[in-house]
Every structure is written in C-alpha cells, then in structure tokens.
C-alpha cells in the first residue's frame, strides 16, 4: 500500500507560479509511476506529467510543456510539480497518483490540492 499527500495549491494570478508537492509513504516505489493529473470542473481527469521514480524520466501534456516541472527526491520520498506561467485554464484539482510501470491505470491516489488561476 501507498499514501500520497498533496500540498501546495492555491490561488495565484495569471502568469504567476506554484508549487505542488506529494508525500509518499508506504511501499517502494522501485518500478512505478509518479504522475500529476487535473480535473476542472465539469470536465473529465486529464494528464499533466509523470516521472518514472528508478530513472527520473518524464513526460508531459502538451498543454503544460515548457511551463511546468515534474522532479522526485528519493530521500526524502517526495514529487513536486514546478508551475510556471500559469493560465486560467490550468484551474483544477491537481492530484497525485502512482502505477505500476508499464500499466495504463493509476492504482493509488492522493485528495487533490485546488489551484485557481486568475485572469
């Protein structure tokens, strides 16, 4: 089993920066997948970006790309999302959630953290 908790969200100006980060606990993470993905209100859960925890690649929506970093530290068992130059359209509940490597399907996920972005 994992936990994941986010922290981080909040309101910030369009064009402005956040930081989100994900506490994990629990098992290893040895051959999953951290990923961050968004839901806007009425609006389905969409990708954001994901590092694969063994070998810190990463990918990204094209919607974010340039703008926003995802990073882990292993010693401290954590994954942050570095968001710059933020859009009112990056306004959503962001959540944190793991899968195996490989799979389609995120197995485990946090509460999700709001972030609104202002016009």
């Known amino acids: 089993q994992v936990q994941l908790t986010e922290s981080g969200g909040g309101l910030v100006q369009a064009g402005g920066s956040l930081r989100l980060s994900c506490a994990v606990s629990g098992r290893t993470l040895i051959n999953y997948v951290m990923g961050w993905l968004r839901q806007a209100p009425g609006k389905e859960r969409d990708f954001v970006a994901a590092?694969?925890?063994?070998?810190?690649?990463?990918a990204y929506a094209d919607s974010v790309k340039d703008r926003f970093t995802i990073s882990r530290d292993p010693t401290k068992k954590t994954v942050t999302l570095q968001m710059n130059s933020l859009k009112p359209e990056d306004t959503a509940v962001y959540y944190c959630?793991?899968?195996?490597?490989?799979?389609?399907?995120?197995?485990?996920w946090g509460q999700g953290t709001q972030v609104t972005v202002s016009s």
């Open positions: 590092i694969l925890w063994s070998e810190g690649r990463t």
């Open positions: 959630a793991t899968k195996p490597r490989g799979s389609d399907v995120y197995t485990s």
